[in-house]
C-alpha cells in the first residue's frame, strides 16, 4: 500500500495478518509526517503515555499490538474517533488468531519486559438463549426497536438508551431479556456484559463488585482494578467508551445500585430486569411485564411437553394454564413434569391440581405463587432428589458445581450429578455452563432458593441442618486445602482450626485432575460465599480455615481487596468467639497485604506494619505456636530493617529461624532465611546476604514454591549485580522473571524488572529506560507503592545520568514522596541523594536541603561513611561556585 500523503489516511481493512497490520500502521505514521519523536510529543499534549520508543520498537515487530497501543497511536497520527475504532476493530478481529500481543517495552532481543496480556476479544456474558421462548412478540418489537434503531432525525443518539422489564418474580423478565440481548447481538459487535443483581440471600450484589467483573471482562487485568468503587465506574466508563456494547443488568434491586453500572453514552446500551419500576433512572423507558395470555400460555406448553397430547388435550391444556395462573415459571414447570412422563395424560395433572386450597395457593400474587409452583415440582423428585434439594437450599451461595452435592449427601461426585440433574429436569435447579476448571455449575433461581430452604426448615430437624451446612462448608474445605499446597504465593504455615473438614473419599483424585489455579478461579465466588455464611452462623473456625486457603490465591491473582474484606470478616467473628489462632492467622494475612500493596498515602507503613508484626509475634508466642510466631517474626524482621535497627532486625530474623526449624515449618525457613539476606544486604555485608538467600532458593525448591523460588533468584541477581557480577545477575534474574510470568505472579515479576532495569543502568544498556518506564507502569496498574517508589527513583537517575536534571528531579520528587509514607528509610536517603544532586545543575538551595535530609537519615542508620559524603555534598551546595562551569545545560 502506497502512502498518500495528501489523501485519505490508509485504511486497515484488508489487512490479514498481524505483519500487515504493523505494515499498514507505519504507513499510516508516513501519512501523518510526524516523526516518532514528534508522534510522542503529540500523545503527551494529549495526555496519552507513547514513548518514541515504544512506537519504534512496535513498528518494527510483525506481532500484533496491543489494542491500547493502536488507539494512541492512531489519535497521535490525527485520525478521528470513528476511524480509530475502524482500526481497533481490525486489529481485534486478527487478534483472534494473533500468537503474540506487544504494547511495547520490549528488549532488543524480543523479549516482552511488559507483562504480556491475551489478546481480549469482545466480551460475550449472555446466558444461553431460551430455546423454547414463547409469545412476547409485542415486547420483543418494542426492546428490538429500541435497543437498534437510530432516533427519528436519522442522527445517532448521544444520550444512553435505558430499558426496564418490570414485572412480579416468576414472570419471565430474565427469559424476556435474554432472548432479546441475543437477538439485537449483532448491533452490539464489542460485546455483551451481563450480571445477576441479586444474591442468593436476595441481598443486592455490590455494584463495585459487578464493576470488577466487567472490566476484568473489558481486559483489565484484577490487580488494575482500582479500590475505590467511584475510580472503577470511572474506568468502566473509559473502558466502553466509543464502543457498541450491549449491558443486561438483570434481577436489579434499587436506581443508586443500578447507576454505577451505566456506561455514559450511546452507542452502548443498557436493558435491565427488575421487580421493581425503577422510575427515577434518568431517561429510562419501561415496559411492564404481565403474565402470558391464555394463547401464548398454551404454545408454550406445546414447546415443553408432547405436541400430541397438548393438541389432542386442548380443554385440559386450557386448563392447565389457567390453574398455572399462566406465569411462565409455573407453566415450565408444569411441561417438564409431563415431558418427564410421557404416559401420563393432561388431564391426570389437571386432576391433582383441581384442589381448591392447591389451586388458590397458584393463584396467590407474589412469593406464594412460585412457592406453590415449586411445590408440584418438588414433590415429583425421587426421596433422595427431594432431600438434596433441601439441603443445597441451606447454602448462600451464587452457584456451585456437583461437588458440593457430593460433600452434603456424602457420595462420589457422578452419584451427586445424578440427583442434580434431576433437579434440572424438575426446573428447580438452572444449569450455566462450563467453569474454568471443566465442571458444571448450577444455581437456583432466588425464589427457588427460597423455596428450598423453606423446605428444610419444615422438613428438616435443625441438628440435621447444622451438621449438612458443616458437611458442605467443610468439603470446600477440604478440596481448599488440597488445592492451596500446589498455588504459589506467599508460604506461610498452614494453620487450621478445630473445624474438621468433610471426608471426602474421592478427593484426592479429584485434586489430582484438577489444575489448582482453575478451581479457585471457578470456586471463588462460591467459597468466598461460604466463609461469610460461616460467620454469620457463628463457625468461627470454618471461617477463618476456608479464608486462610483462599489467600495465596487471592495473592497470585492481585486480588487485595477481596482478600482484605474476607480476612477482616473472618476475624471480627472469630475475635467476638474468642478464637485467638483464628485471630491471628487472619491477621497475619490482613498484615501482609495492608503492608506491601495498599493506596494509602498517609502515615509511615513500616512503622505501623512493625507495631502489628510485634503484637501478632506475642498472640502466636502465648499460643505457643512455633511456626506462626515464625511468620509474625519475618514481619518483624522486615519492618526492623526499614527502620534502620539492623540488630534487632538480624536477631528476630535468627529468632523466626530457629522456631521455623523447630516446627518443621519449610517455608517459614525460606522466609527467615531471605529477611536475614535483607538484614545484612542493608548493611552491606553482600557476602552473608548472598549466603542467606542461596539458603531461601534451597528452601522453597524443596517446598515446591514457584513465588519464593523466583524470589530467592530475584535477591541473588540483586546481589552479584552489587557485585558487580553483572553476567551471573542477569541470568538469575532472567530465570525469575521466567517463572513469575510463567505463573501471572506480578509482585515478584516488578521487583525483577527493577533489578534488571538497575543493571542496564549500571552496564551503560539503552534499554535501562524502557525497562524502567515498564515497571512503572506496572507499578501503578498493580498499585506496588514500594516498587513505584523505587521505579521513579530509577528513573531519576537515568534522566539524570542522560543530562536531563529538570526531568530527573520530576522522577526523583515523586520517589521521595512515595519513600515517606512507605517508611524504608535506606531507600529514601537514596532517593534524597540522587535527588540532590539533580538539584545541583539547577537549584543549590534545594540540593542543600535534600542532602541534609538524606544525612539525617544515614545518620539514624549508622552509615558514617554516607553521613560524611553527605556532608562534603551539602557543604558545595551551599556553594555552587566550583560546580558552575560543568553544569550541563537544564533539559
Given at each position: 500500500?502506497?502512502?498518500?500523503?495528501?489523501?485519505?489516511?490508509?485504511?486497515?481493512?484488508?489487512?490479514?495478518?498481524?505483519?500487515?497490520?504493523?505494515?499498514?500502521?507505519?504507513?499510516?505514521?508516513?501519512?501523518?509526517?510526524?516523526?516518532?519523536?514528534?508522534?510522542?510529543?503529540?500523545?503527551?499534549?494529549?495526555?496519552?503515555?507513547?514513548?518514541?520508543?515504544?512506537?519504534?520498537?512496535?513498528?518494527?515487530?510483525?506481532?500484533?499490538?496491543?489494542?491500547?497501543?493502536?488507539?494512541?497511536?492512531?489519535?497521535?497520527?490525527?485520525?478521528?474517533?470513528?476511524?480509530?475504532?475502524?482500526?481497533?476493530?481490525?486489529?481485534?478481529?486478527?487478534?483472534?488468531?494473533?500468537?503474540?500481543?506487544?504494547?511495547?517495552?520490549?528488549?532488543?532481543?524480543?523479549?516482552?519486559?511488559?507483562?504480556?496480556?491475551?489478546?481480549?476479544?469482545?466480551?460475550?456474558?449472555?446466558?444461553?438463549?431460551?430455546?423454547?421462548?414463547?409469545?412476547?412478540?409485542?415486547?420483543?418489537?418494542?426492546?428490538?426497536?429500541?435497543?437498534?434503531?437510530?432516533?427519528?432525525?436519522?442522527?445517532?443518539?448521544?444520550?444512553?438508551?435505558?430499558?426496564?422489564?418490570?414485572?412480579?418474580?416468576?414472570?419471565?423478565?430474565?427469559?424476556?431479556?435474554?432472548?432479546?440481548?441475543?437477538?439485537?447481538?449483532?448491533?452490539?459487535?464489542?460485546?455483551?456484559?451481563?450480571?445477576?443483581?441479586?444474591?442468593?440471600?436476595?441481598?443486592?450484589?455490590?455494584?463495585?463488585?459487578?464493576?470488577?467483573?466487567?472490566?476484568?471482562?473489558?481486559?483489565?487485568?484484577?490487580?488494575?482494578?482500582?479500590?475505590?468503587?467511584?475510580?472503577?465506574?470511572?474506568?468502566?466508563?473509559?473502558?466502553?467508551?466509543?464502543?457498541?456494547?450491549?449491558?443486561?443488568?438483570?434481577?436489579?434491586?434499587?436506581?443508586?445500585?443500578?447507576?454505577?453500572?451505566?456506561?455514559?453514552?450511546?452507542?452502548?446500551?443498557?436493558?435491565?430486569?427488575?421487580?421493581?419500576?425503577?422510575?427515577?433512572?434518568?431517561?429510562?423507558?419501561?415496559?411492564?411485564?404481565?403474565?402470558?395470555?391464555?394463547?401464548?400460555?398454551?404454545?408454550?406448553?406445546?414447546?415443553?411437553?408432547?405436541?400430541?397430547?397438548?393438541?389432542?388435550?386442548?380443554?385440559?391444556?386450557?386448563?392447565?394454564?389457567?390453574?398455572?395462573?399462566?406465569?411462565?415459571?409455573?407453566?415450565?414447570?408444569?411441561?417438564?413434569?409431563?415431558?418427564?412422563?410421557?404416559?401420563?395424560?393432561?388431564?391426570?395433572?389437571?386432576?391433582?391440581?383441581?384442589?381448591?386450597?392447591?389451586?388458590?395457593?397458584?393463584?396467590?400474587?407474589?412469593?406464594?405463587?412460585?412457592?406453590?409452583?415449586?411445590?408440584?415440582?418438588?414433590?415429583?423428585?425421587?426421596?433422595?432428589?427431594?432431600?438434596?434439594?433441601?439441603?443445597?437450599?441451606?447454602?448462600?451461595?451464587?452457584?456451585?458445581?456437583?461437588?458440593?452435592?457430593?460433600?452434603?449427601?456424602?457420595?462420589?461426585?457422578?452419584?451427586?450429578?445424578?440427583?442434580?440433574?434431576?433437579?434440572?429436569?424438575?426446573?428447580?435447579?438452572?444449569?450455566?455452563?462450563?467453569?474454568?476448571?471443566?465442571?458444571?455449575?448450577?444455581?437456583?433461581?432466588?425464589?427457588?432458593?427460597?423455596?428450598?430452604?423453606?423446605?428444610?426448615?419444615?422438613?428438616?430437624?435443625?441438628?440435621?441442618?447444622?451438621?449438612?451446612?458443616?458437611?458442605?462448608?467443610?468439603?470446600?474445605?477440604?478440596?481448599?486445602?488440597?488445592?492451596?499446597?500446589?498455588?504459589?504465593?506467599?508460604?506461610?504455615?498452614?494453620?487450621?482450626?478445630?473445624?474438621?473438614?468433610?471426608?471426602?473419599?474421592?478427593?484426592?483424585?479429584?485434586?489430582?485432575?484438577?489444575?489448582?489455579?482453575?478451581?479457585?478461579?471457578?470456586?471463588?465466588?462460591?467459597?468466598?460465599?461460604?466463609?461469610?455464611?460461616?460467620?454469620?452462623?457463628?463457625?468461627?473456625?470454618?471461617?477463618?480455615?476456608?479464608?486462610?486457603?483462599?489467600?495465596?490465591?487471592?495473592?497470585?491473582?492481585?486480588?487485595?481487596?477481596?482478600?482484605?474484606?474476607?480476612?477482616?470478616?473472618?476475624?471480627?467473628?472469630?475475635?467476638?468467639?474468642?478464637?485467638?489462632?483464628?485471630?491471628?492467622?487472619?491477621?497475619?494475612?490482613?498484615?501482609?497485604?495492608?503492608?506491601?500493596?495498599?493506596?494509602?498515602?498517609?502515615?509511615?507503613?513500616?512503622?505501623?506494619?512493625?507495631?502489628?508484626?510485634?503484637?501478632?509475634?506475642?498472640?502466636?508466642?502465648?499460643?505457643?505456636?512455633?511456626?506462626?510466631?515464625?511468620?509474625?517474626?519475618?514481619?518483624?524482621?522486615?519492618?526492623?530493617?526499614?527502620?534502620?535497627?539492623?540488630?534487632?532486625?538480624?536477631?528476630?530474623?535468627?529468632?523466626?529461624?530457629?522456631?521455623?526449624?523447630?516446627?518443621?515449618?519449610?517455608?517459614?525457613?525460606?522466609?527467615?532465611?531471605?529477611?536475614?539476606?535483607?538484614?545484612?544486604?542493608?548493611?552491606?555485608?553482600?557476602?552473608?546476604?548472598?549466603?542467606?538467600?542461596?539458603?531461601?532458593?534451597?528452601?522453597?525448591?524443596?517446598?515446591?514454591?514457584?513465588?519464593?523460588?523466583?524470589?530467592?533468584?530475584?535477591?541473588?541477581?540483586?546481589?552479584?549485580?552489587?557485585?558487580?557480577?553483572?553476567?551471573?545477575?542477569?541470568?538469575?534474574?532472567?530465570?525469575?522473571?521466567?517463572?513469575?510470568?510463567?505463573?501471572?505472579?506480578?509482585?515478584?515479576?516488578?521487583?525483577?524488572?527493577?533489578?534488571?532495569?538497575?543493571?542496564?543502568?549500571?552496564?551503560?544498556?539503552?534499554?535501562?529506560?524502557?525497562?524502567?518506564?515498564?515497571?512503572?507502569?506496572?507499578?501503578?496498574?498493580?498499585?506496588?507503592?514500594?516498587?513505584?517508589?523505587?521505579?521513579?527513583?530509577?528513573?531519576?537517575?537515568?534522566?539524570?545520568?542522560?543530562?536531563?536534571?529538570?526531568?530527573?528531579?520530576?522522577?526523583?520528587?515523586?520517589?521521595?514522596?512515595?519513600?515517606?509514607?512507605?517508611?524504608?528509610?535506606?531507600?529514601?536517603?537514596?532517593?534524597?541523594?540522587t535527588l540532590g544532586k539533580a538539584y545541583l545543575h539547577v537549584d543549590a538551595h534545594a540540593a542543600h536541603q535534600a542532602f541534609v535530609d538524606a544525612q539525617a537519615l544515614y545518620a539514624q542508620l549508622g552509615n558514617t561513611d554516607k553521613v560524611a559524603e553527605?556532608?562534603?555534598?551539602?557543604?558545595?551546595?551551599?556553594?555552587?561556585?566550583?560546580?558552575?562551569?560543568?553544569?550541563?545545560?537544564?533539559?
Open positions: 500500500m502506497e502512502p498518500d500523503l495528501y489523501g485519505s489516511p490508509p485504511a486497515p481493512e484488508g489487512t490479514a495478518t498481524p505483519m500487515e497490520f504493523v505494515g499498514a500502521l507505519r504507513q499510516l505514521r508516513l501519512w501523518s509526517g510526524l516523526t516518532y519523536r514528534q508522534l510522542a510529543a503529540k500523545a503527551a499534549a494529549s495526555g496519552d503515555a507513547l514513548p518514541f520508543g515504544t512506537i519504534a520498537s512496535v513498528l518494527s515487530r510483525t506481532s500484533l499490538p496491543r489494542r491500547e497501543f493502536v488507539v494512541t497511536f492512531t489519535r497521535a497520527c490525527g485520525l478521528d474517533e470513528a476511524s480509530i475504532a475502524r482500526w481497533v476493530r481490525e486489529r481485534n478481529a486478527l487478534a483472534v488468531n494473533a500468537t503474540q500481543v506487544v504494547g511495547g517495552g520490549a528488549r532488543d532481543d524480543g523479549a516482552d519486559l511488559a507483562t504480556a496480556e491475551p489478546a481480549w476479544p469482545s466480551p460475550a456474558m449472555l446466558p444461553p438463549d431460551i430455546a423454547d421462548f414463547t409469545g412476547r412478540a409485542a415486547e420483543v418489537a418494542a426492546l428490538t426497536h429500541r435497543l437498534t434503531d437510530e432516533r427519528n432525525d436519522g442522527r445517532a443518539p448521544t444520550a444512553l438508551p435505558v430499558t426496564t422489564i418490570a414485572g412480579m418474580g416468576g414472570v419471565g423478565k430474565t427469559a424476556l431479556a435474554t432472548h432479546v440481548a441475543h437477538l439485537v447481538r449483532a448491533a452490539y459487535p464489542d460485546g455483551q456484559l451481563w450480571a445477576n443483581l441479586t444474591n442468593a440471600d436476595a441481598s443486592p450484589v455490590d455494584p463495585a463488585e459487578v464493576l470488577a467483573r466487567f472490566l476484568r471482562a473489558l481486559g483489565m487485568p484484577y490487580r488494575a482494578i482500582p479500590a475505590c468503587p467511584a475510580e472503577r465506574a470511572e474506568a468502566y466508563r473509559t473502558r466502553t467508551a466509543n464502543r457498541r456494547v450491549l449491558v443486561v443488568l438483570d434481577n436489579a434491586v434499587s436506581e443508586g445500585q443500578v447507576r454505577p453500572l451505566l456506561p455514559g453514552a450511546a452507542p452502548c446500551a443498557v436493558l435491565i430486569t427488575s421487580r421493581a419500576r425503577m422510575t427515577a433512572i434518568e431517561g429510562s423507558r419501561r415496559i411492564d411485564l404481565d403474565v402470558l395470555s391464555a394463547t401464548e400460555a398454551v404454545e408454550f406448553l406445546v414447546r415443553l411437553a408432547d405436541d400430541e397430547r397438548v393438541v389432542g388435550e386442548p380443554t385440559a391444556a386450557a386448563d392447565l394454564v389457567k390453574l398455572c395462573g399462566y406465569l411462565p415459571l409455573a407453566v415450565r414447570i408444569a411441561g417438564a413434569r409431563l415431558a418427564a412422563r410421557p404416559t401420563w395424560q393432561l388431564a391426570h395433572l389437571v386432576e391433582q391440581l383441581d384442589d381448591e386450597q392447591r389451586r388458590l395457593d397458584w393463584l396467590v400474587t407474589g412469593d406464594l405463587t412460585v412457592r406453590a409452583s415449586l411445590a408440584i415440582s418438588y414433590r415429583g423428585l425421587t426421596p433422595e432428589a427431594q432431600r438434596l434439594f433441601r439441603l443445597l437450599g441451606l447454602f448462600d451461595v451464587p452457584d456451585f458445581s456437583a461437588t458440593l452435592a457430593a460433600a452434603v449427601l456424602g457420595c462420589p461426585p457422578e452419584r451427586a450429578i445424578e440427583h442434580t440433574e434431576a433437579l434440572v429436569d424438575a426446573q428447580l435447579l438452572v444449569v450455566d455452563g462450563l467453569d474454568v476448571a471443566g465442571q458444571t455449575r448450577y444455581r437456583f433461581h432466588d425464589l427457588t432458593r427460597l423455596f428450598a430452604a423453606r423446605c428444610a426448615e419444615l422438613e428438616v430437624e435443625p441438628d440435621e441442618r447444622a451438621q449438612a451446612v458443616q458437611r458442605g462448608l467443610g468439603g470446600w474445605l477440604a478440596l481448599a486445602r488440597r488445592m492451596a499446597r500446589w498455588i504459589p504465593g506467599p508460604c506461610y504455615a498452614p494453620i487450621s482450626g478445630r473445624a474438621p473438614h468433610t471426608a471426602l473419599d474421592w478427593a484426592d483424585d479429584y485434586a489430582e485432575r484438577v489444575a489448582a489455579a482453575d478451581w479457585f478461579d471457578a470456586e471463588c465466588a462460591a467459597l468466598q460465599a461460604g466463609v461469610r455464611q460461616a460467620c454469620r452462623l457463628g463457625l468461627d473456625d470454618l471461617a477463618f480455615d476456608l479464608a486462610g486457603c483462599l489467600e495465596k490465591y487471592f495473592d497470585l491473582r492481585g486480588r487485595y481487596t477481596e482478600w482484605t474484606s474476607l480476612n477482616t470478616e473472618a476475624m471480627a467473628v472469630c475475635r467476638v468467639a474468642g478464637n485467638r489462632l483464628g485471630e491471628a492467622v487472619m491477621l497475619r494475612g490482613l498484615l501482609d497485604v495492608t503492608t506491601w500493596i495498599t493506596d494509602d498515602r498517609d502515615g509511615d507503613a513500616m512503622a505501623r506494619s512493625s507495631i502489628q508484626a510485634r503484637n501478632l509475634l506475642e498472640m502466636f508466642t502465648a499460643l505457643g505456636h512455633d511456626a506462626g510466631a515464625s511468620d509474625a517474626a519475618v514481619m518483624y524482621s522486615w519492618a526492623l530493617s526499614a527502620g534502620g535497627a539492623y540488630p534487632e532486625a538480624t536477631a528476630m530474623a535468627t529468632r523466626a529461624l530457629s522456631l521455623a526449624e523447630r516446627s518443621d515449618h519449610l517455608g517459614g525457613q525460606a522466609r527467615s532465611n531471605l529477611a536475614l539476606a535483607m538484614a545484612y544486604y542493608e548493611q552491606q555485608h553482600v557476602d552473608l546476604a548472598i549466603g542467606h538467600a542461596l539458603a531461601a532458593l534451597e528452601n522453597a525448591r524443596a517446598l515446591g514454591n514457584m513465588r519464593w523460588v523466583a524470589t530467592g533468584l530475584q535477591y541473588l541477581g540483586i546481589a552479584y549485580r552489587q557485585l558487580g557480577d553483572h553476567v551471573t545477575s542477569e541470568r538469575m534474574l532472567d530465570e525469575s522473571l521466567a517463572i513469575s510470568r510463567a505463573h501471572r505472579d506480578h509482585y515478584p515479576e516488578v521487583l525483577t524488572v527493577l533489578a534488571l532495569a538497575r543493571l542496564y543502568l549500571e552496564r551503560g544498556d539503552g534499554t535501562a529506560r524502557e525497562t524502567a518506564e515498564t515497571a512503572l507502569t506496572l507499578s501503578r496498574r498493580y498499585h506496588m507503592r514500594h516498587h513505584l517508589a523505587e521505579a521513579y527513583a530509577v528513573l531519576g537517575e537515568i534522566e539524570l545520568r542522560d543530562g536531563r536534571p529538570a526531568h530527573a528531579i520530576r522522577h526523583l520528587e515523586a520517589s521521595v514522596a512515595i519513600w515517606r509514607t512507605r517508611g524504608w528509610h535506606s531507600f529514601q536517603a537514596a532517593s534524597l541523594t553527605l556532608g562534603l555534598l551539602a557543604d558545595s551546595a551551599a556553594d555552587p561556585a566550583e560546580h558552575r562551569e560543568r553544569q550541563p545545560r537544564p533539559s
